[in-house]
């Protein structure tokens, strides 16, 4: 179960992350992203749910999928840099 909390607290951490971002309100995301961003972190809560309630069989692997979207969607709301050349 250490292995399961360790996975669910980075995926809190990555979605804290993210609605610190969102709170800056700048207004530089897309609506594109935004959908984008608000699907990777449903389904990020319905993974959760399902180790949870044990409806999964596999858990490790479910958790490592929940952290990749959660990664995902932090690195969709990090600040683009653009090299100039």
């Known amino acids: 179960m250490k292995y399961e909390i360790e996975q669910a ?5 990555l ?7 969102l709170m800056k309100d700048d207004g530089k995301h897309s609506v ?5 961003l608000s699907e990777l972190f449903s389904r990020c809560i319905c993974d959760l749910v399902n180790v949870y ?20 969607g932090y690195n969709l709301m990090k600040p683009q840099t653009v090299e100039k050349e």
């Open 53 to 72: 309630t044990n409806t999964s069989e596999d858990h490790e692997m479910i958790l490592k999928g929940t952290v990749i979207k959660a990664k995902i």
């Open 15 to 21: 979605a804290i992350d993210v609605m610190e971002e």
């Open 9 to 13: 607290l980075r995926v809190k951490s």
């Open 32 to 36: 594109q992203e935004l959908k984008q």
